[in-house]
């Protein structure tokens, strides 16, 4: 069964970073499309970066430059680093990984596999 799971979440303030985790399980790291979502309240959830099995990357616009995605297949792990946020960063964070039946499409991915979400609050 594949799972991930989130950490690394946390409040800080505008101008601050925050690197975020994501344990994989279940399947043999690397052979899938990965990526972050997020949420804020009342607004749906949206893809923030994603890397592929060959480790290309993409982001949303709205993060290009500031965040970025990368991955240590030894551990297992999907990273996302965040620098300069800003207050509008501020949601639920999702680690995912793809599910090549999935409806949910981010990039080239189908996501299907989510974890539970770690929360970033970024203050003015």
């Known amino acids: 069964e594949v799972q991930v799971e989130e950490s690394g979440g946390g409040s800080v303030e505008s101008g601050g970073s925050l690197r975020l985790s994501c344990a994989a399980s279940?399947?043999?790291?690397?052979?899938?499309?990965m990526g972050w979502f997020r949420q804020a309240p009342g607004k749906e959830r949206e893809g923030v970066a994603a890397?592929?099995?060959?480790?290309?990357?993409s982001y949303a616009d709205s993060v290009k430059g500031r965040f970025a995605i990368f991955q240590d297949k030894a551990e297992d792990t999907l990273y996302l680093q965040m620098d300069s946020l800003q207050p509008e960063d501020t949601a639920m964070y999702y680690c995912?990984?793809?599910?090549?039946?999935?409806?949910?499409?981010?990039?080239?991915?189908?996501?299907?596999?989510w974890g539970q979400g770690t929360q970033v609050a970024v203050s003015s």
């Open positions: 995912a990984a793809e599910d090549l039946s999935a409806a949910h499409i981010f990039w080239t991915c189908r996501f299907g596999y």
């Open positions: 279940g399947y043999t790291y690397g052979s899938k499309c």
């Open positions: 890397i592929d099995v060959d480790g290309y990357t």
